[in-house]
C-alpha cells in the first residue's frame, strides 16, 4: 500500500552520527586552548572550506561547535580543531591525549569565500580564539597569493598570554607578502609589540575600500567596532563578513538554538556578511 | 580510557529530615554500581564509617540553624572538591525556614519544656548562603534519577543535566494534559523549577512547588490565575509557604498575594 | 473504480480502525482521557472519542456531553501530531569507549508505520511546516522522516471550530485542499449520523472500496460545502489583517513586550503545545562506568532561560526577549527561514497557556501601536 499524503525522503547518513577520530596530535596555544589534530578512524568527513565548523563529541561528555583551523589545501582528511575551555566539553576535548578518540561530524556553515576577493585587498580581524576560524582563511589566500593584491593580518588579545598560533604568527610576520599586525590590550613590560585595540592598526592600514574584502571574528563588541570602522573607511557592508557565535547543539538546523532573528547561525553562518548581520546585532537579547 | 584514582564521596547532614539521604539508599542497584566506582568515606546514615577528607564530591542534606553547622558547613566545603547540595533544606532553608519569618524566641519558649536545651539561630538558611555551592538537587525529597544522573555526570566529567525550566515543559514532554486548563486545579508547576518528572500533575495533583522556584518566577501573574482558580489569600499565602518558603522567588510572591483579583 | 467521493456511516468509521489495524498501521486518534480530547493509539474503533465536545477560551479547557454521538465535533486538545513525528523524548544514539576506542551506534530508525486518523486542516498545514524544518533542509532527519514517510492521513474536516480557532487568518481553513489519504466531514441530522469521504490517494480509495459505503449524492456535497463554509465564518479568533512579518520585525522595540512579560510566566506551554515548535536539546546519559552512553533529544523551549545559553551566560535573559523571540519567530522570522508562516492558527497557545496570553490580540496590540506610531 502506498501513501500519496507522505513524501518520500531518501535515506542519507544520519547527519546526528559523529564519526571517530582519533587524536594524533595535540598542540598547547595558551594557558586555555588547545589545537587538536584529528585522523578519522574510518571514512574522512568531506572536506571543509574556510569558515565552517565542525561538532565535536567528546564521549560521554557532551557535543560542542568548534571552527576547523587547519589548512584547506591539506588532503588527507585529518581535521584541525582549535578548542578553548569554556565548559565540561571543551574541557574534555583539549583534555584527550593523542591516542584517544573524540567524535566529530560536519562541516557544517557557511564560509568565508575567500576567492570572492581575488583581485583585491584581503583584511583579516581576529581577536582571541577568533584567529581559528581565520586561519584557514589566511593559509588558503596563501596558497593562492598571486590572486590577491594586499593581503592583512590584523590579530589581537587580552594579552600576550592568550595569543594563540604564536610561532605560525612569527613566520607569517616574516613574510614580505603579508602584512601582519599583532596587538594586545594589555601587556608586560617585556611584550616587545603593541599595545591597543585591533581597531587602531585596522585604522591605520592602507586600504582600497572598494576593492577590499574584511573578515572579521571575535567577540561580538570587537566585530561591531571593527566593522563600523570599516564602513567608515568606506568598504561595503556586503563586504565585511563576521562570523557570529550562538548555543547550538544540532548545528544542522534543527534544534532551534542558534536563532539571531531572522538566522539560523549553523546553517546561514556562522560566516555573514555585515549587511545581514548588523541589524540583527543592533537589537539587543535578540 | 586513562588509569584513575577511585573518586570519593562523602554524605553530610546538617538540619534536615534525612529523607534525601534516604533517597540515596533507595538507588538500590544503582548504589552498588556506584560503589563499585566511588569510595564513600563519609556516610553516616549508611555506616559509622566516617573517614577524614578531602573528598571528591560531597552531598550536603539540611539547612543551617545552629552555630557549629555554620562552622561544620566551612570546613566540608574546604574539604570537598565538589559540593552538591540536595533537598529543598540544603537548597533554600527547608520548612523549618518558616522561623525565618516568625520571632524563634517565642516558638522556643511555647513549643519546648526545656527551651534552655534549645540551641538555635534565629534562621534557617541554604548552605549556599554559607559557602560555594557547586549544584543543586532540589526537591522535598529529592528525585532519585536526578540523583544518579549528577553522580553519573561526575564520574564522566560531564556537566550535570539539570534545567531551569518549569515543571510544565516536564509535563507536557510525558503527554499530560494541563491539570489547570483542563481541571481548574491550581498548580505551582509554571513558576517550579523541573527536574521531578512532574509527578504530581501526571497524578492529576496540581504541583506544589517542592522543587522550589525557577530563576526570576512570574509569580505575580501565576497568583491572579490560582485566584481565578479560586485560590484565597489564605491559601496563596499558604501554598507559596511551605518546603521553599525563603527562597527569594516564592519569599517575595507572598508579598504579592494582597493583589486584590482582577 | 471507487468513487472518489463516497458516504460511510458511523460503523463504517469503527470498522475502518480494525481495517487499518489489519494492514499493520499503529492508529492514533482523538480519544477521551481523563479531562480531555487527546491524541493516542487507538486499540480499535471504539477508542474514538463519540459524544463529547469541547468548550476553550484563552487559559481554558473543558470537554462538554454533546447531545449527538459526534465523534469530530471539538477543535485542538492539549497535543498534537508533533508528538508521534517528533517525538517529546528520544535516544538519538548509543556510544561505547569501553575497548579505548569510540564505537557510535546510531538509534534504529523505527519501522512501525503510523495512520493519523481524524487530521485537522490546520494540524495538516502544521505537519507540511514539519516538513519543511525536519526534512525538508540539506541533511533530513532521519528520524523524523522514518516516521513520517510511511504515515497514513486521514483528515477530518472541522465543522465546529472553537473559541480560539483562527486557521482561516493563516491562510488555511476548516477544509483540507489535499495532502490526504482521505478526508471526511462529519454530519450528524435527522437522517443520520455520517461523513463523507473524499479520496485523496490510492492508498486511501483501497481503505474506502473495502468499508461499506455508498456514492456521495449532489445533496451530500452541498451539505457538506455549507457546513465547511458555515465553520469558515464562525472562526472564535482572528488574526489582525496585516503583513504579520513585517510587523513583528518592525515591533521589535515596541514597549508592548514589557507589558506581555508582565503577564508571560516564561513556562514554555505555548511551545510544547505548538504543532509546529521543534526546538530540542540533547543530553547526555552514561552508566556509572561511563564506558557506555546514550545522547538523547529532548523538546526544549525558546522560554527556558538555558536556550540562549553561550559560554558566559545567556542571551535572552528578560521575559520579554524570549517571549518576543517565540512571537517573532512563529509569524516572521520562520518565513526568513523555512518559507512560510509557522503559525497554522490551531489556537493551542492560546488554550494552554496557564495565564491565557493570546497570540491574537497581541498581534493586534502591536497593530494598534504600530499604527499609532504610523500616525503620529
Redesign the interface.
Given at each position: 500500500?502506498?501513501?500519496?499524503?507522505?513524501?518520500?525522503?531518501?535515506?542519507?547518513p544520519?547527519?546526528?552520527?559523529?564519526?571517530?577520530h582519533r587524536v594524533i596530535e595535540r598542540r598547547r596555544e595558551t594557558h586555555d586552548t588547545v589545537t587538536l589534530r584529528l585522523a578519522p578512524?574510518g571514512s574522512a568527513l568531506p572536506p571543509f572550506r574556510p569558515g565552517q565548523f565542525t561538532m565535536l563529541?567528546a564521549?560521554?561528555?557532551?557535543?560542542v561547535p568548534i571552527s576547523v583551523s587547519g589548512d584547506p589545501t591539506a588532503t588527507d582528511g585529518v581535521l584541525e580543531q582549535t578548542i578553548r575551555v569554556?565548559?565540561a566539553v571543551t574541557r574534555a576535548l583539549t583534555g584527550t591525549p593523542v591516542g584517544g578518540?573524540?567524535?566529530a561530524r560536519g562541516p557544517y556553515g557557511t564560509e568565508w569565500d575567500v576567492p570572492s576577493a581575488r583581485g583585491g585587498d584581503l583584511v583579516l580581524v581576529g581577536g582571541g580564539c577568533g584567529l581559528a576560524p581565520l586561519r584557514p582563511a589566511l593559509l588558503e589566500a596563501l596558497a593562492h597569493r598571486a590572486h590577491y593584491r594586499r593581503v592583512v593580518a590584523v590579530l589581537g588579545a587580552r594579552d600576550p598570554e592568550n595569543l594563540v598560533f604564536a610561532d605560525q604568527m612569527a613566520r607569517w610576520r616574516r613574510r614580505a607578502d603579508v602584512e601582519v599586525h599583532v596587538t594586545v590590550d594589555r601587556a608586560g613590560p617585556d611584550w616587545p609589540g603593541r599595545v591597543d585595540l585591533v581597531t587602531a592598526p585596522l585604522a591605520e592600514t592602507a586600504l582600497e575600500p572598494a576593492r577590499t574584502v574584511a573578515l572579521l571574528c571575535g567577540p561580538e563588541v570587537m566585530i561591531r567596532r571593527c566593522a563600523a570602522l570599516l564602513l567608515d573607511r568606506g568598504v561595503p557592508a556586503t563586504r565585511v563578513r563576521v562570523s557570529l557565535?550562538?548555543?547550538m547543539?544540532?548545528g544542522?538546523?534543527?534544534?532551534?538554538?542558534c536563532?539571531l532573528?531572522?538566522?539560523?547561525l549553523c546553517?546561514?553562518g556562522p560566516v555573514v556578511p555585515y549587511s545581514a548581520a548588523a541589524p540583527q546585532l543592533a537589537?539587543?537579547?535578540? | 580510557?586513562a588509569e584513575r584514582s577511585t573518586p570519593t564521596l562523602a554524605v553530610w547532614k546538617f538540619t534536615s529530615c534525612d529523607g534525601c539521604q534516604l533517597t540515596l539508599l533507595d538507588c538500590e542497584e544503582?548504589l552498588l554500581?556506584?560503589t563499585?566506582?566511588v569510595e564513600i568515606r563519609h556516610f553516616l546514615e549508611a555506616s559509622s564509617r566516617a573517614d577524614p577528607g578531602p573528598y571528591d564530591v560531597s552531598l550536603v542534606e539540611g539547612s543551617i540553624t545552629t552555630a557549629e553547622q555554620e562552622r561544620l558547613i566551612r570546613q566540608v566545603r574546604e574539604w570537598s572538591r565538589v559540593l552538591v547540595t540536595i533537598g529543598a533544606c540544603a537548597t533554600a532553608g527547608g520548612v523549618q525556614a518558616l522561623r525565618n519569618f516568625a520571632d524563634v524566641e517565642e516558638f522556643r519558649s511555647v513549643v519546648y519544656a526545656t527551651p534552655s536545651y534549645v540551641d538555635t539561630l534565629a534562621t534557617s538558611t541554604p548552605i549556599a548562603a554559607h559557602v560555594r555551592v557547586d549544584y543543586e538537587l532540589r526537591g522535598c525529597p529529592i528525585d532519585r534519577r536526578q540523583l544518579?544522573?549528577v553522580?553519573?555526570?561526575f564520574?564522566?566529567g560531564?556537566e550535570p543535566?539539570l534545567?531551569?525550566?518549569?515543571v510544565?515543559?516536564e509535563c507536557?514532554?510525558?503527554?499530560?494534559?494541563?491539570v489547570?486548563?483542563?481541571?481548574?486545579t491550581p498548580?505551582l508547576?509554571?513558576?517550579t523549577h523541573a527536574g521531578c518528572g512532574a509527578l504530581c500533575p501526571t497524578y492529576?495533583r496540581g504541583c506544589y512547588g517542592c522543587f522550589g522556584p525557577?530563576?526570576?518566577?512570574?509569580t505575580?501573574?501565576?497568583i491572579?490565575?490560582l485566584r481565578?482558580c479560586g485560590m484565597g489569600d489564605a491559601e496563596l499565602d499558604r501554598v507559596f509557604h511551605t518546603f521553599n518558603a525563603a527562597a527569594p522567588g516564592f519569599a517575595s510572591a507572598r508579598g504579592e498575594t494582597d493583589e486584590p483579583s482582577q | 473504480m471507487t468513487d472518489r467521493v463516497a458516504v460511510i456511516d458511523h460503523s463504517a468509521l469503527v470498522e475502518l480502525v480494525g481495517l487499518l489495524h489489519a494492514?499493520g498501521y499503529v492508529v492514533v486518534g482523538p480519544t477521551l482521557?481523563?479531562?480531555?480530547i487527546?491524541l493516542a493509539e487507538l486499540d480499535d474503533g471504539d477508542d474514538l472519542v463519540s459524544g463529547w465536545g469541547v468548550d476553550t477560551e484563552a487559559?481554558?479547557?473543558?470537554?462538554v456531553r454533546r447531545a449527538d454521538d459526534a465523534v469530530f465535533a471539538h477543535s485542538a486538545?492539549?497535543?498534537s501530531w508533533k508528538?508521534f513525528l517528533h517525538p517529546?523524548?528520544r535516544r538519538?544514539?548509543s556510544?561505547d569507549?569501553s575497548d579505548?576506542?569510540?564505537?557510535?551506534e546510531?538509534e534504529p530508525e523505527p519501522s512501525r508505520r503510523m495512520a493519523f486518523l481524524g487530521v485537522r486542516p490546520c494540524d495538516l498545514v502544521a505537519i507540511g511546516v514539519l516538513?519543511r524544518?525536519?526534512?525538508g533542509?540539506?541533511?533530513?532527519?532521519?528520524g523524523y522522516?522514518a516516521r513520517?514517510?510511511?504515515?497514513?492521513?486521514i483528515v477530518a474536516n472541522c465543522t465546529e471550530p472553537g473559541a480560539t480557532c483562527f486557521c482561516v487568518s493563516m491562510g488555511g481553513g476548516p477544509r483540507a485542499p489535499a495532502?490526504?489519504?482521505l478526508a471526511l466531514t462529519e454530519r450528524v441530522d435527522d437522517a443520520g449520523h455520517r461523513f463523507l469521504v473524499e479520496v485523496?490517494?490510492?492508498?486511501?480509495e483501497?481503505l474506502l472500496a473495502a468499508l461499506p459505503h455508498r456514492a456521495a449524492t449532489d445533496a451530500d456535497l452541498r451539505v457538506a460545502d455549507d457546513d465547511l463554509a458555515d465553520a469558515a465564518e464562525h472562526m472564535g479568533r482572528a488574526m489582525p489583517e496585516v503583513d504579520l512579518r513585517a510587523l513583528l520585525?518592525d515591533s521589535?522595540?515596541s514597549p508592548h513586550w514589557a507589558e506581555v512579560?508582565?503577564?508571560?510566566?516564561?513556562?514554555?506551554?505555548c511551545t510544547?503545545?505548538c504543532p509546529t515548535c521543534?526546538?530540542?536539546?540533547?543530553?547526555?546519559?552514561?552508566?556509572?562506568?561511563?564506558?557506555h552512553?546514550e545522547?538523547w533529544q529532548?523538546?526544549?523551549?525558546?522560554f527556558?532561560?538555558?536556550?540562549?545559553?553561550?559560554?558566559?551566560g545567556e542571551?535572552?535573559?528578560?521575559?520579554q526577549?524570549r517571549y518576543r523571540?517565540w512571537m517573532?519567530?512563529k509569524l516572521?522570522?520562520w518565513y526568513?527561514?523555512f518559507g512560510s508562516s509557522g503559525c497554522v492558527g490551531c489556537g493551542r497557545c492560546i488554550?494552554?497557556c496557564?495565564?491565557?496570553i493570546d497570540i491574537t490580540e497581541e498581534a493586534a496590540s502591536l497593530t494598534a501601536l504600530a499604527s499609532r506610531e504610523v500616525g503620529t
Open positions: 500500500m502506498t501513501t500519496a499524503a507522505a513524501p518520500t525522503h531518501a535515506r542519507r544520519d547527519p546526528m552520527t559523529p564519526v571517530p578512524t563529541l564521549p560521554g561528555v557532551g557535543e569554556v565548559g578518540v573524540v567524535g557565535e550562538r548555543n547543539k544540532c544542522i538546523g534543527h534544534c532551534g538554538h536563532q532573528g531572522p538566522l539560523l546553517r546561514d537589537v539587543r537579547e535578540l | 580510557m544503582d554500581a556506584l563499585g566506582q544518579v544522573a553522580l553519573s555526570a564520574l564522566a560531564r543535566d534545567p531551569d525550566d518549569s510544565c515543559t507536557k514532554r510525558r503527554g499530560n494534559t494541563c489547570m486548563v483542563a481541571d481548574g498548580c508547576g509554571p513558576v492529576r525557577v530563576r526570576a518566577p512570574n505575580r501573574s501565576l491572579r490565575q481565578v | 494492514e482521557r481523563e479531562n480531555a487527546v487559559g481554558r479547557y473543558r470537554v486538545g492539549p497535543q508528538s517529546a523524548r538519538l544514539l556510544t569507549t579505548g576506542d569510540l564505537t557510535v546510531p516538513d524544518v525536519l526534512a533542509g540539506r541533511y533530513p532527519d532521519p522522516t513520517r514517510d510511511g504515515v497514513l492521513v495532502g490526504f489519504d485523496g490517494s490510492a492508498a486511501g483501497e520585525v521589535r522595540e512579560a508582565s503577564r508571560c510566566l516564561a513556562c514554555g506551554n510544547m503545545v521543534f526546538c530540542t536539546t540533547t543530553e547526555e546519559v552514561t552508566d556509572l562506568t561511563g564506558e552512553g545522547r529532548r523538546w526544549s523551549s525558546c527556558d532561560l538555558d536556550f540562549s545559553y553561550l559560554h558566559g542571551v535572552r535573559t528578560s521575559r526577549s523571540q517573532t519567530h516572521s522570522t526568513d527561514q488554550v494552554w496557564p495565564v491565557g
